[in-house]
């Protein structure tokens, strides 16, 4: 099994700013396998990121992904109200496994 | 739109079963291979298990093996999930989510609102 591990565990800034999470894969993730998730309270997550560095469909291009092997990550160019939430990242195509990032919560500052 | 809406959550004493529902809607169900993922109250997502667009492959997680199934139904285009023997640890709100692609596992595109499981006596 491949283990995630994000930093920081909390990331606290103003709207406006720049934001950089940290996403780091005990072993070399496949074909950049690497998906980016964000959360808010209550709510399911919503996919941002595939394939490390695409953006899926209808997320703002303040939001870009990239890296490869076992370092990757999410760039949130200049955060808007609307982004403080919690940010998973998840790796995919191996044989059997799925395992997720134990997360980043970004707060407002 | 794609639409995925989960059923069947609950409370449970400890060693009870639960089946857990998720109605698609808005795509080709029988297209997609399809995951459950659940999140523990204030923790992280967790993979639990995934089946084949033709339901022929099907794969759980370690955790829960042996004691949760998948399957699916494409005539209703509903997933399932099947909980035996559940433990308090199983206590999570579980959610159903598309995977776009045929073939070894991917990311998720869609997911539903989730369904709240609480085992506990």
């Known amino acids: 099994e491949i283990v995630l591990t994000q930093s920081p565990g909390t990331l606290s800034l103003s709207p406006g700013e720049r934001a950089t999470l940290s996403c780091r894969a005990s072993?070399?993730?496949?074909?950049?396998?690497l998906g980016w998730y964000q959360q808010k309270p209550g709510r399911a997550p919503r996919l941002l990121i595939y394939?490390?560095?695409i953006r899926a469909t209808g997320i703002p291009d303040r939001f870009s992904g990239s890296g490869s092997g076992t370092d990757f990550t999410l760039t949130i160019s200049r955060l808007e109200p609307e982004d403080f939430a919690v940010y998973y990242c998840q790796q995919y195509g191996t044989s059997v496994l799925i395992s997720f990032g134990q997360g980043t919560r970004l707060e407002i500052k | 739109q794609v639409h995925l809406v989960e059923s069947g959550g609950g409370v449970v004493q400890p060693g009870g079963s639960l089946r857990l529902s998720c109605a698609a809607s808005g795509f080709t169900f029988r297209n997609f291979p399809m995951h459950w993922v659940r999140q523990a109250p204030g923790q992280g997502l967790e993979w639990v298990a995934v089946i084949s667009f033709n339901g022929d492959i099907k794969v759980h997680a370690d955790s829960v093996k042996g004691r949760f199934t998948i399957s699916r139904d494409d005539s209703t285009k509903t997933l399932f999930l099947q909980m035996n023997s559940l433990k308090p640890e199983d206590t999570a709100v579980y959610y159903c989510?598309?995977?776009?692609?045929?073939?070894?596992?991917?990311?998720?595109?869609?997911w539903g609102q989730g369904t709240l499981v609480t085992v506990s006596s």
């Open positions: 394939g490390a560095s």
């Open positions: 989510a598309r995977d776009p692609f045929v073939g070894v596992p991917d990311y998720f595109d869609y």
């Open positions: 072993q070399s993730v496949n074909s950049n396998y």
